[in-house]
């Protein structure tokens, strides 16, 4: 069983910046591909990003690809999203999600996740 907190959401103007964190525990970190979905009020959970288990590959959202970046630090087994020039649709509440080696993109494929953290983008 993998344990995920994520840290970091907040209250920022359209144009700001916020890095998230997740950090995890349970299982070797580096054995774990981890994504980050998010869920606006009303809508569907979506995916994001996602990165391998040994970071060389990563996949980004159409919508966020170019100002979103996924990064791992398997010795202090965290994933991070840094999120640069934040839009008001870019407002949800964002999870951490780890499975098993093979990277994925879609929520069934992931069995632990953590409990949100809430961003919050005015214009």
């Known amino acids: 069983q993998v344990q995920l907190v994520e840290s970091g959401g907040g209250l920022v103007q359209a144009g700001g910046s916020l890095r998230l964190s997740c950090a995890a525990s349970?299982?070797?970190?580096?054995?774990?591909?981890m994504a980050w979905f998010r869920q606006a009020s009303g809508k569907e959970r979506e995916i994001v990003a996602a990165?391998?288990?040994?970071?060389?590959?990563?996949y980004y959202a159409d919508s966020v690809r170019g100002r979103f970046t996924i990064s791992r630090d398997n010795a202090k087994n965290t994933v991070y999203l840094q999120m640069n020039s934040l839009k008001p649709e870019d407002t949800a509440v964002y999870y951490c999600a780890a499975r098993p080696y093979q990277m994925a993109t879609m929520p069934a494929d992931f069995g632990s996740w953590g409990q949100g953290t809430q961003v919050t983008v005015s214009s």
């Open positions: 349970g299982r070797t970190f580096s054995s774990l591909a």
């Open positions: 990165i391998s288990s040994g970071g060389g590959s990563t």
